[in-house]
């Protein structure tokens, strides 16, 4: 059982920056391969990044390549989305959640076993 807890969220300026934070507690988190989802108002949960067990492999969304980057520290058990020149369009609960094997990364919400709670990040002009 793992047990994910998201911080970091706020409210910013178009623009600006914001870095997400998820803490992990109950399990070693290098056994999972950790993902970035995002939900807004009225519209389906969307994939935003992962990133393998180790930290070698990554993937991040066509809308957020080049924006976002995600990162983990197994030491500290905590993954990290690093959000640079948000947009409107980037306003949505963040969560962070975990999938195994550690060495597939996946789109598919289905595949995380374990979600956090979520965390707002609204962004305005």
């Known amino acids: 059982q793992v047990q994910l807890v998201e911080s970091g969220g706020g409210s910013v300026q178009t623009g600006e920056s914001l870095r997400l934070s998820c803490a992990a507690s109950?399990?070693?988190?290098?056994?999972?391969?950790m993902g970035w989802f995002r939900q807004a108002p009225g519209k389906e949960r969307e994939w935003v990044a992962s990133?393998?067990?180790?930290?070698?492999?990554?993937a991040e969304a066509d809308s957020v390549r080049g924006r976002f980057t995600i990162s983990r520290d197994n030491v500290k058990n905590t993954v990290g989305l690093q959000m640079d020149s948000l947009i409107s369009e980037d306003t949505a609960v963040y969560y962070c959640?975990?999938?195994?094997?550690?060495?597939?990364?996946?789109?598919?919400?289905?595949?995380?076993?374990?979600w956090g709670q979520g965390t707002q990040v609204t962004v305005s002009s």
């Open positions: 959640a975990a999938s195994r094997p550690r060495n597939i990364l996946t789109k598919a919400p289905d595949a995380y076993e374990y």
């Open positions: 109950g399990d070693t988190l290098s056994n999972y391969a």
């Open positions: 990133i393998g067990g180790r930290g070698y492999a990554t």
